[in-house]
Protein backbone atom coordinates (compact mmCIF):
# COMPACT_ATOMS: atom_id res chain seq x y z
CA UNK A 1 0.00 0.00 0.00
CA UNK A 2 0.90 3.43 -1.23
CA UNK A 3 1.98 5.72 2.04
CA UNK A 4 1.07 9.49 2.08
CA UNK A 5 2.24 12.22 4.55
CA UNK A 6 -0.43 14.29 6.12
CA UNK A 7 0.79 17.30 5.42
CA UNK A 8 -2.34 19.37 6.24
CA UNK A 9 -3.34 20.74 9.65
CA UNK A 10 -6.47 18.18 9.95
CA UNK A 11 -6.07 14.89 11.49
CA UNK A 12 -7.18 12.16 8.88
CA UNK A 13 -10.51 10.59 8.62
CA UNK A 14 -10.53 6.95 9.29
CA UNK A 15 -10.82 6.20 5.31
CA UNK A 16 -8.37 8.63 4.70
CA UNK A 17 -5.62 6.54 7.38
CA UNK A 18 -7.50 3.06 5.65
CA UNK A 19 -6.02 4.55 1.95
CA UNK A 20 -2.76 4.61 3.65
CA UNK A 21 -2.32 8.45 5.06
CA UNK A 22 0.08 8.43 7.83
CA UNK A 23 -0.38 11.55 10.51
CA UNK A 24 3.59 12.46 11.59
CA UNK A 25 4.11 12.82 15.49
CA UNK A 26 5.69 15.39 17.48
CA UNK A 27 7.78 17.45 16.84
CA UNK A 28 7.26 17.39 12.88
CA UNK A 29 3.19 18.61 13.61
CA UNK A 30 3.93 21.02 14.89
CA UNK A 31 6.56 22.17 11.69
CA UNK A 32 3.59 21.89 9.43
CA UNK A 33 0.66 23.21 11.90
CA UNK A 34 3.26 26.57 11.73
CA UNK A 35 4.36 26.70 8.14
CA UNK A 36 0.71 26.46 7.29
CA UNK A 37 -0.46 28.82 9.50
CA UNK A 38 -0.45 32.44 8.35
CA UNK A 39 -1.26 35.13 10.62
CA UNK A 40 0.24 38.25 8.36
CA UNK A 41 -0.36 39.23 4.90
CA UNK A 42 2.63 36.81 3.37
CA UNK A 43 5.78 37.65 0.49
CA UNK A 44 6.41 36.13 -1.83
CA UNK A 45 9.94 35.13 -0.17
CA UNK A 46 8.04 33.56 2.72
CA UNK A 47 5.55 31.96 0.58
CA UNK A 48 8.44 30.52 -0.95
CA UNK A 49 10.22 29.62 2.42
CA UNK A 50 7.15 28.12 3.61
CA UNK A 51 6.92 25.52 1.10
CA UNK A 52 10.31 25.12 1.43
CA UNK A 53 9.85 24.04 5.40
CA UNK A 54 7.37 21.28 4.46
CA UNK A 55 9.16 20.13 1.99
CA UNK A 56 11.57 19.07 3.42
CA UNK A 57 9.99 17.79 6.29
CA UNK A 58 8.12 15.64 3.97
CA UNK A 59 11.82 14.16 2.70
CA UNK A 60 13.13 14.14 6.20
CA UNK A 61 10.27 11.80 7.31
CA UNK A 62 10.29 9.75 4.54
CA UNK A 63 12.91 7.43 6.24
CA UNK A 64 10.56 7.29 8.89
CA UNK A 65 6.94 6.70 7.83
CA UNK A 66 8.34 5.37 3.79
CA UNK A 67 5.94 7.19 2.24
CA UNK A 68 6.29 8.23 -1.55
CA UNK A 69 3.40 10.63 -1.83
CA UNK A 70 2.13 14.21 0.58
CA UNK A 71 -1.77 15.04 1.27
CA UNK A 72 -1.65 18.82 0.97
CA UNK A 73 -4.32 21.61 1.59
CA UNK A 74 -4.32 24.85 3.38
CA UNK A 75 -3.96 28.76 1.71
CA UNK A 76 -4.68 28.52 -1.80
CA UNK A 77 -1.57 30.61 -2.32
CA UNK A 78 0.91 28.10 -0.46
CA UNK A 79 -0.57 25.19 -2.27
CA UNK A 80 1.54 25.44 -6.16
CA UNK A 81 4.67 26.26 -4.76
CA UNK A 82 4.47 23.76 -2.13
CA UNK A 83 3.24 21.23 -5.08
CA UNK A 84 6.60 22.58 -7.06
CA UNK A 85 8.89 21.89 -3.67
CA UNK A 86 7.57 18.37 -3.16
CA UNK A 87 8.19 17.18 -6.89
CA UNK A 88 11.72 18.72 -6.88
CA UNK A 89 12.19 15.95 -3.86
CA UNK A 90 10.84 12.92 -5.81
CA UNK A 91 7.10 13.45 -3.58
CA UNK A 92 3.73 13.34 -5.31
CA UNK A 93 1.43 16.02 -4.44
CA UNK A 94 -2.08 14.64 -3.46
CA UNK A 95 -5.28 16.19 -2.57
CA UNK A 96 -7.83 14.58 -0.86
CA UNK A 97 -11.20 14.51 -2.65
CA UNK A 98 -14.73 14.16 -0.61
CA UNK A 99 -18.20 14.24 -0.98
CA UNK A 100 -20.13 16.23 1.22
CA UNK A 101 -23.46 14.43 2.54
CA UNK A 102 -26.05 16.03 4.79
CA UNK A 103 -27.72 13.85 7.38
CA UNK A 104 -30.68 14.74 9.17
CA UNK A 105 -31.20 13.43 12.45
CA UNK A 106 -35.24 14.04 14.02
CA UNK A 107 -34.40 14.77 17.61
CA UNK A 108 -36.84 13.97 20.87
CA UNK A 109 -38.93 17.56 20.31
CA UNK A 110 -39.72 17.08 16.57
CA UNK A 111 -37.40 19.57 15.68
CA UNK A 112 -34.46 18.22 12.52
CA UNK A 113 -30.92 18.64 13.32
CA UNK A 114 -28.90 18.49 9.92
CA UNK A 115 -25.29 18.27 9.67
CA UNK A 116 -22.77 18.09 6.99
CA UNK A 117 -20.25 14.86 6.95
CA UNK A 118 -16.98 14.64 4.69
CA UNK A 119 -16.81 11.58 3.32
CA UNK A 120 -13.11 10.94 1.72
CA UNK A 121 -13.45 9.35 -1.69
CA UNK A 122 -9.97 9.65 -2.80
CA UNK A 123 -7.37 11.58 -3.97
CA UNK A 124 -6.60 13.98 -6.66
CA UNK A 125 -2.98 13.68 -8.16
CA UNK A 126 -1.95 17.54 -10.21
CA UNK A 127 0.60 17.99 -12.46
Known amino acids: M ?4 NLTQHTPTPEQTA ?26 EEIQKRAEALAKIAEITKGI ?9 GAP ?13 GIKP ?20 KTQVFRHLGFVEVE
Open 94 to 113: LYAFSKREVVEEQLPDGSVR
Open 65 to 73: YGHDAAMIG
Open 2 to 5: TKIL
Open 19 to 44: AGVVDPESPWKEGIQRALTFEDLPTK
Open 77 to 89: YLMSALERELKKR
